[in-house]
């Protein structure tokens, strides 16, 4: 069985710009979350997506959003880079039905904003 | 505010000792707990979880969860060099996970 899988692996941005994240769950996972890993600050929740639907978002500034596609893979966007910004995007897929719903991580996208 | 503190370290051991990782929450809201393995540059990955009260065996890992005390460890026995890695606790508050900001852990052949 396939895993989480994330594009692109590494993105370069200079402040100011949009960037865009790929995340396709694992088969049969319906809810699709985004966590930001910066430097030094640990693992921070983002959004949480099931059936097409935002369900919950940690305490980020609006220019952080995405959406979730029929096939329940998902889009992170970025608008209005700053420099803060650079860390490692991680997503994370889980059933919504099955306990404990544990979440399984992709490999991340490292974004870097110069 | 609901947080998951661990003691960043690192927790230096001897390899084919036991390594006892340690958390605490704040919330007794959360009713699941689980312990992710990071290596260096790579995403964290899904070692055991626990919702129950006592101990689940997986292994060489061993969860250990006190509700009362609000406490989760990990036991990690005959530690190996390749079980050198961050560990990072985290707690389940609706479908959201809060993380611990992980322990370094460093195995010593």
């Known amino acids: 069985e396939a895993g989480v899988t994330q594009s692109p692996t590494h993105l370069i941005k200079t402040r100011g710009q949009q960037a865009t994240l790929r995340c396709s769950p694992i088969s049969g996972h319906t809810s699709v979350y985004w966590y930001q890993q910066a430097l030094g600050l640990g693992l921070q929740f983002l959004l949480w997506?099931?059936?097409?639907?935002?369900?919950n978002r940690g305490n980020f500034p609006p220019r952080f959003s995405g959406r979730q596609f029929p096939n329940y893979s998902s889009e992170l966007n970025v608008n209005a880079l700053e420099l803060e910004d650079s860390a490692l995007y991680l997503c994370?897929?889980?059933?919504?039905?099955?306990?404990?719903?544990?979440?399984?991580f992709g490999p991340g996208t490292r974004l870097t904003v110069t | 505010q609901k947080e998951v503190e661990q003691n960043s370290g690192p927790l230096s051991v001897p390899e084919g000792a036991i390594a006892s990782l340690n958390c605490t929450y704040s919330?007794?809201?959360?009713?699941?707990f689980f312990w992710y393995r990071q290596y260096s540059g790579k995403s964290p990955e899904l070692i055991m979880f626990?919702?129950?009260?006592g101990d689940k065996e997986d292994g060489r890992f061993t969860a250990q969860l006190n509700k009362a005390s609000q406490y989760v460890s990990l036991l990690i026995r005959d530690s190996q060099p390749s079980d050198s890695a961050t560990y990072l606790c985290?707690?389940?508050?609706?479908?959201?996970?809060?993380f611990g900001a992980g322990t370094i852990l460093r195995v010593k052949s």
């Open positions: 997506y099931d059936e097409g639907e935002e369900r």
């Open positions: 994370a897929s889980s059933y919504l039905d099955r306990a404990p719903y544990e979440q399984y």
């Open positions: 985290a707690a389940k508050y609706g479908n959201k996970l809060v």
């Open positions: 919330d007794q809201g959360s009713q699941s």
């Open positions: 626990i919702y129950s009260n």
